[in-house]
């Protein structure tokens, strides 16, 4: 073995975060061809008992590292994830393979015949696609204990969840199987698996990036983001995939506003609010643990609420099954034998539901969301659980909300559900409960603020507060 | 309402009670008075 496969055997094995590994492979200490090579012989290795990966691109991935290698041996400059190994959740397009979004009906589907936007923005910034990765079949789920392609298992506990519905694409970062991954967040499916999985994850804005070239779910409540195992990578995966797309009819036109400058600033004079109300009702000790560790970073702090969190819950929810429901009808119709019966189900209910209740549920929301920027009048920043405890065990179906049993599958989200179904940012910062498990903690901004919530998060590890490693509270 | 679903309506037990559990969230949404001029969302506008 030479000294750069040797090297690159040591960064591939999950050592480096994303911004060295990509310094390194742009100097030409490492190449990308054997830091693509030993990401794949970890999947190899690991992903049989995760099951993070649906598809790996072995050849593929082989082939892009090796002409990212030539390309910065002419002296071109390639980009800012030069050689970082990247997956995605199996609702993006990626040319040649089939977008399944988790289901066994879209199998049937002829492959995709370009890239999601976002998976050209990876490439193009240099960074190398391993594959696409396991999520609850067409994203309605917060375990991906997938019907079809089996369930992920927790790196951190192979008998817990991973959480959902990106599950694959936090799995993955956690195992240090890729650095950075894509999911989406309709509900909580990315803050959820990143609190389950103790990485890092961010939900930008509504209409922050473009979803061009992913499968739907519910069209104005779907925002896709990134995975990483650092601040400071989440930030640069964000940098990376900002930029209009006049595709997608919700991407805003804004100008690219660049967090990574911004990380240093530091949170000394921000004001934080802990949410209070329904944002600690039925939470664990963990987890409120975890959000008083984050708010004590604060020197300007208070408890405030949000009225009314548990209808905005309730509409999101409504909201959510009504337009799954319409988007799957014909499919409902035709081929309901090929649906998950837990996912059929719910979203045959939601093709009951009354107008009036959608109807109710939107004008809820703008009334929501007007509550929510009196708040950030006051505070900089919003915090509040990702989930109500740690992960639950692989197969559970109900845990205990303070003493109140309820199942899993739709109460997993009841903390991210208000914040995504008025659109704002969230990073999901990964802390560590006393009993093991991760958990994480939803750093929320006024809209279009993500720099600031990635600001925090920077600052919360820089104080070791929060960490992608195992960490003792 | 579970045995009307199921029953009198035909429809399947699973859906029936994913309907019921959707319909308590239902009636938190209508429960909520709000003013006549509030129109529904987007929320925001790119």
Known sequence: MSARSANAAAAGAGAETAIN???????????????????????????????????????QALTDARRLDARIAAGEDPGALAGVPVGV???????????????????????????????????????????????????YGFTTENAHYGATRNPHDPQRVAGGSSGGSAAAVAAALVAVS????????????????????LKPTFGRLPRTGSFPFVHDLDHVGPFARTATDLALAYDVLQGHDASDPACTVRPIEAASPQLANGVDTMRAGVLDGWFEEGASDEALAAVARVAGTFRLRANVSLPEAKRA????????????????????????????????????AGTL???????????????????????????????????????????????????????????????????SFVGLPVVA????????????????????????????????????????????? | LLEYWTEIAGIDTGVAAQFIALMSQADLVLGLPLPDELEPGPVFLP
Request: aromatic fraction near 6%; glycine fraction near 6%.
């Open chain 1, 429 to 473: 910062v990964p802390l560590w409960s006393a009993s093991g498990p991760p958990i994480g903690v939803q750093v929320i901004t006024p809209a279009w603020k993500e720099a600031r919530a990635l600001r925090v998060a920077a600052a919360l590890e820089r104080h070791g507060i929060v960490s992608a490693q195992r960490i003792r509270p």
């Open chain 1, 21 to 59: 590994l990509a310094a390194r492979v742009r100097r030409a200490e490492l190449s990308a061809e054997a830091v693509t090579s030993a990401a794949l012989a970890r999947i190899r290795a690991h992903n049989p008992s995760l099951n993070c990966f649906t598809t790996v691109l072995y050849e």
């Open chain 1, 353 to 419: 539901l009354p107008a009036t209740v959608v109807v109710q549920a939107q004008r809820l929301r703008r009334w929501f969301a007007a509550q929510a920027a009196i708040l950030f009048e006051k505070v900089d920043v919003l915090l509040a659980p990702c989930t109500p405890d740690v992960a639950p065990r692989i197969g559970q179906k109900t845990m205990s909300l303070r003493g109140i049993e309820v199942p899993i599958r739709p109460n997993l989200g009841i903390y991210t559900q208000p914040i």
């Open chain 1, 313 to 348: 819950r309730a509409a999101a929810f409504c909201l959510t099954a009504a337009s799954g429901g319409a988007l799957h009808l014909e499919r409902l119709r035709n081929r309901p034998q090929d649906f998950d019966p837990a996912t059929r189900d719910r979203l045959l």
């Open chain 1, 182 to 201: 894509l999911g989406s967040d309709t509900n909580g499916s990315i803050r959820v698996p990143a609190s389950f999985c103790g990485v890092f994850g």
């Open chain 1, 89 to 139: 959740k199996d609702l993006f397009d990626v040319q040649g393979v089939v977008t399944r979004a988790g289901s066994k009906i879209l199998t049937d589907g002829a492959p995709a015949s370009s890239d999601a936007v976002l998976v050209r923005r990876l490439r193009a910034a240099g960074a190398i696609l391993l594959g696409c990765q396991n999520m609850d079949e067409f994203a």
